[in-house]
Structure formats: structure tokens, C-alpha cells
């Protein structure tokens, strides 16, 4: 079935790194969009983040939400189903759990998500 | 950046009632809006696409209506499977952004 799992979270310290994965299967991954998504404790849905196909006509592949610019960076390797998120100069403020989804060209599919806490 | 505004925040419904939910965006966005349903410590499911399109495997009393800047989702005859939250979200270009959420629990 169509499927995508996250991996990554953990704690970290503010200022500190940390790379999230996710692995898809179940659809052709080389031809989707894919995101980055994330849900602070008891709080809303917030868009992260989205990497485009290699397809794609767009000149620009990323695109970032205003709070992930300049600190977190989207890439893919299509040869293992697997979009990264890379967060750097992390802040408590990005403590959440990060969802990836596949993009159709609406988040179509959901992963469970893999929770990320910064704190000293 | 597009804001996504819910009403209410919270709707208190029984099992069988007729329910409408609220999204308003700050400017128009023909209809490139979604709803989804979450239920506590799960994913969120996709219930519609541009606006008013049913995802496959959704129930059908689930419906959505509006274009611009108004939206509303609807639920027919509310199931206890149903009782979760609801945000409706954007994506008429980057950024996309959600709506704050309407809890729909039980009356």
C-alpha cells in the first residue's frame, strides 16, 4: 500500500542539528511532489516545507514556510524512495512532530510522523 | 502570505445532526482548498480537494461547497466516528497555510 515512514526525531539542544528521513513505498516516488509538515504539542497543523519532482517545469525546486528560510533544507534521493529534512539552529519554538506527506497535488498521504523536541 | 480562518473553534454536535463548518481565507483563492480530519494521536486524512471534490473512500455525507474566499464542510448526519478535528487548508501557491482547526466533540 501507499506508505511513507518517518525517522529522525529525538531531543536536541537549541542551536543544535538534527536530519529527519522519510521512505516511501507503495507509488512511482520519483514523479511526486513530497512535504514537510508538523504539529506542535496540542497545537495546529503548520506547512513546513516541499520538494519538487525532478520532472517538474519549475524552475525553483523548494519552497520553505517563513519559519524554516534560512535554518532547514528539503532534499531527495529518488534512487531510495527518501526525501530528508535537514534542521539546523534549531529553536524550542520547533518543537513538534513532523510529518512527511506526498504531494497529489494536495497532501494526499499522511505519515504517523516522528516527534522532534529542542530543550536544553 | 494567505491567512485560513476557522468557525467555531469548537462545535458540540449529537450523533445524526447536520453539521457546517466554517473556513475563510484573507484573500480569494478560487478553490484550491482542502479539508482534512484528524483524530487524536493520528495523521491527518484527507476528506476533500478543490473544495468540493470527495476523496475516494471518504463517506459521502461528507461535502464541501464555496470558492474565493468562503468555504464550508459539511457533514450530513454526524456518525460517532466523526468526533475529531477539521482544518481546512490552501494551496493556491506558497506559502500553504492551515486553518486553526474546529473540534467538532460530543453534545
Known amino acids: 500500500q501507499v506508505q511513507v515512514v518517518e525517522s529522525g526525531g529525538g531531543v536536541v539542544q537549541p542551536g543544535g542539528s538534527l536530519r529527519l528521513s522519510c521512505v516511501a513505498s507503495g507509488f512511482t516516488f520519483s514523479i511526486y511532489g513530497m512535504h514537510w509538515a508538523r504539529q506542535a504539542p496540542g497545537k495546529g497543523l503548520e506547512w513546513v516545507a516541499f520538494?519538487?519532482?525532478?520532472?517538474?517545469?519549475?524552475?525553483?525546486?523548494?519552497e520553505y514556510a517563513d519559519s524554516a528560510k534560512g535554518r532547514f533544507t528539503v532534499s531527495r534521493d529518488d534512487s531510495k524512495n527518501t526525501i530528508y529534512l535537514q534542521m539546523n539552529s534549531l529553536r524550542p519554538d520547533d518543537t513538534a512532530l513532523y510529518f512527511c506527506a506526498k504531494d497529489n497535488p494536495v497532501i494526499d498521504v499522511w505519515g504517523q510522523g516522528t516527534l522532534v523536541t529542542v530543550s536544553s | 502570505d494567505i491567512q485560513m480562518t476557522q468557525s467555531p473553534s469548537t462545535l458540540s454536535a449529537s450523533v445524526g445532526d447536520r453539521v457546517t463548518l466554517t473556513c475563510r481565507a484573507s484573500?480569494?483563492?478560487?478553490?484550491?482548498l482542502a479539508w482534512y480530519q484528524q483524530k487524536p494521536g493520528k495523521a491527518p486524512n484527507l476528506l476533500i480537494y478543490k473544495a468540493s471534490s470527495l476523496q475516494s473512500g471518504v463517506p459521502p455525507r461528507f461535502s464541501g461547497s464555496g470558492s474565493g474566499t468562503e468555504f464550508t464542510l459539511t457533514i450530513s448526519s454526524l456518525q460517532a466516528d466523526d468526533f475529531a478535528t477539521y482544518y481546512c487548508q490552501h494551496y493556491d501557491g506558497f506559502p500553504w497555510t492551515f486553518g486553526q482547526g474546529t473540534q467538532v466533540e460530543i453534545k
Open positions: 520538494i519538487r519532482h525532478d520532472g517538474s517545469e519549475h524552475r525553483i525546486k523548494t
Open positions: 484573500q480569494s483563492i478560487g478553490t484550491w
